[in-house]
C-alpha cells in the first residue's frame, strides 16, 4: 500500500475527503518527523515505537582499491512493533 492508497482506505473509512485526510496524514507524518529530528521517541499505543538509534563511527575498506576508509557515526530511524500488533499479525497469518 502507497500513501496514496493509504489516504483513500482512511478517508473511506472516516466518511471524510480525501484531501481533508491528506492534511492530517501530513501533519502526523510532520510530527513525527519533528519529534525524531529533536531527539524524541516517538510511542504510538497498539502501534510501536519511532526512535533514532545511533551508530558508531568505524572503519571500512573500499573493496576496489582496498584502502582504509572511516565512516562517520549516523542516526538511523528506527521502528518497533507495539506486542499487540504483533499479535494482531501473527494471528493473521495463522
Avoid at 34 to 60: A, C, D, M, V
Wanted: proline share 5%; no cysteine.
Amino acid at each position: 500500500m502507497n500513501k496514496k492508497q493509504l489516504i483513500q482506505s482512511m478517508a473511506h473509512k472516516m466518511n471524510i475527503s480525501q484531501v481533508d485526510t491528506k492534511q492530517q496524514l501530513d501533519q502526523i507524518l510532520k510530527a513525527i518527523h519533528q519529534g525524531l529530528s529533536e531527539g524524541e521517541k516517538i510511542y504510538i499505543p497498539q502501534f510501536g515505537t519511532f526512535e533514532l538509534r545511533f551508530h558508531l563511527p568505524k572503519t571500512g575498506r573500499n573493496p576496489q582499491t582496498g584502502e582504509t576508509i572511516e565512516i562517520a557515526g549516523f542516526n538511523q530511524p528506527s521502528f518497533k512493533a507495539a506486542p499487540s500488533l504483533k499479535l494482531m499479525l501473527n494471528d493473521t497469518v495463522a
